[in-house]
T-cell receptor, first 113, second 112 residues
Framework: DAGVTQSPTHLIKTRGQQVTLRCSPK?????VSWYQQALGQGPQFIFQ???????QRGNFPDRFSGHQFPNYSSELNVNALLLGDSALYLC????????????FGAGTRLSVL | EDQVTQSPEALRLQEGESSSLNCSYT??????LFWYRQDPGKGPEFLFT???AGEEKEKERLKATLTKKESFLHITAPKPEDSATYLC?????????????FGKGTRLSVIA
């Protein structure tokens, strides 16, 4: 049973560029959440998708947007990249049930130069 | 206002030296408290979830406990392979899947 998979593993961009990160959830999961983790910090919630709609959003600007596809996979898009966007971007999947445990992928390391 | 505070920030133990990590939290209604282990450059790995005060969970050398204000992760006779950052997260009651709010983690080093 494949867990949560993310691609790419590493990415280098320059300021002002745009980036798209991808996530495939664990089998049987229908909800995808995205987190940003700066070095030495805990993950911070960006947004969550369920039934192809953004359901909740953390304190991130509109430059961060996303999408969920009918097969539950998801994309995170970041426009007009800033140096401060350099971080590990984590995708977590869960089932919208009572236990609500979120399982994380290995992340995408984004470096903005 | 921080909802989740973990202490200590870093902990260095000799192999076999037992200790505890602390996670204190403030939420209006706790749906669940989660412990994750994170190795450098990797995603968090789920360890435990606790739902009500008094609950305890165990896995190998790790034991997690929960009170109304804090959770402890007890590590008994640790080994070097237990070295990692341990993250605590809380989830509040809300319809649907609410996001996890994480602490900054405790970096554990176990020396042989």
């Amino acid at each position: 049973d494949a867990g949560v998979t993310q691609s790419p593993t590493h990415l280098i961009k320059t300021r002002g560029q745009q980036v798209t990160l991808r996530c495939s959830p664990k089998s049987g999961h229908d909800t995808v959440s995205w987190y940003q983790q700066a070095l030495g910090q805990g993950p911070q919630f960006i947004f969550q998708y369920y039934e192809e709609e953004e359901r909740q959003r953390g304190n991130f600007p509109d430059r961060f947007s996303g999408h969920q596809f009918p097969n539950y996979s998801s994309e995170l898009n970041v426009n007009a990249l800033l140096l401060g966007d350099s971080a590990l971007y984590l995708c977590a999947s869960s089932y919208r049930g009572t236990k609500n445990i979120q399982y994380f992928g290995a992340g995408t390391r984004l470096s903005v130069l | 206002e921080d909802q989740v505070t973990q202490s200590p920030e870093a902990l260095r133990l000799q192999e076999g030296e037992s200790s505890s990590l602390n996670c204190s939290y403030t939420v209006s209604g706790l749906r669940g408290l989660f412990w994750y282990r994170q190795d450098p450059g990797k995603g968090p790995e789920f360890l435990f979830t606790l739902y009500s005060a008094g609950e305890e969970k165990e896995k190998e050398r790790l034991k997690a406990t929960l009170t109304k204000k804090e959770s402890f992760l007890h590590i008994t006779a640790p080994k070097p392979e237990d070295s990692a950052t341990y993250l605590c997260a809380v989830q509040e009651w809300h319809s649907g899947n609410t996001p996890l709010v994480f602490g900054k983690g405790t970096r554990l080093s176990v020396i042989a």
